[in-house]
């Protein structure tokens, strides 16, 4: 029997398992089953999507000023776009040139605060706080770096003027302070710091009375900022004793100023003559239009010399108001 050699067909397992790894593939990472294939059946690779672009970032100056209030952001909104660039940058200008001053404000606050305690002493002693602070930083200093015969003659020195009796150390010759009249320096010296210090509170008491008193006058006085300067001048001078006579004198003394506010008291006082005779005139009108109706069907129509008469007497009671 001969044997017949049959052809099979050969299949391509390597692309057939291929195509079978990339549909397992595909359900796992969710890919629709009618996606695109390339020529081997594979799925092709998609196109990256175009990410849209970020918007652009709106300038910081856009922004109202962190110190306005609220009441003004729509104003702020609503205004220039130069105005606001210019206004921010006047903003940042000044939030950088009062930084360094709230820092040094810091620093003045706690040292008012460390030698709070002994501000009696140091008026009594007839010394400024940065006076004090200066000897004493400069006896710190001197008995921290120097040689240890210099700390000795100044430490000396120090327990000499504070009235210390060391004992058995060795004196360098200066003159020992009677203890008796150390103590009297010291008595005179509290006392007169006690005085001091009493009367820079009054003056600051008194300056807080005088400083509403202005306040309370400039909020009456219309012209006060415009007169200001010369109100100053003349209660330094003493050309002027009070508030109100400082005033008067800078209003009378500014030309401008003086020619303005008799204007407009004429201008008032035309106003006030105006309306006066139009109410006159406005009430003569209603009496001889109540004369005529007083009495129906007979003639009633006042003589002329009557009417003068009204007319007379009522701008006479006008005249007597102004």
Known sequence: MTDQTVDTPEVDTT???AILEQGFDAVENNEPADADRDAQGRFAKAEPEEEAPEPAEEPVWKRPPLSWKKDYH?????ADPRLQEYAYQREEQMRRGVEPLLQAKQFADAINEAINPYISTLNGLGLKPEQAIAALMKADHTLRTSDPQTRQQYFMQLANEYGINLGGMPQTGAPTADPTIFALKNELANVRGEVMTWKQQQ???????????IEDFAQKAEHFEEVRPEMIKLLQGGSAETLEEAYD?????????????????QAKQNAQISAEKNRVAKAAR???VSVR?????????????DRRTLLEQAFEEANARL
Do not use: F, M
């Not at 003056?203 to 008193?213: M, P, S």
């Not at 004198?249 to 008291?265: F, P």
């Open 203 to 213: 003056e600051q008491a008194e300056q807080a009375v005088l400083l509403n008193e």
């Open 74 to 78: 729509e104003v702020w909104q609503k």
């Open 249 to 265: 004198k800078a209003v009378y003394g500014n030309k401008d100023l003086r020619e303005r506010i008799l204007s407009a008291q």
């Open 293 to 305: 109706s007083a009495t129906p069907g007979a003639n009633t129509a006042p003589k002329a010399n």
């Open 15 to 17: 692309d057939r398992r």
């Open 286 to 288: 209603a009496a001889a």
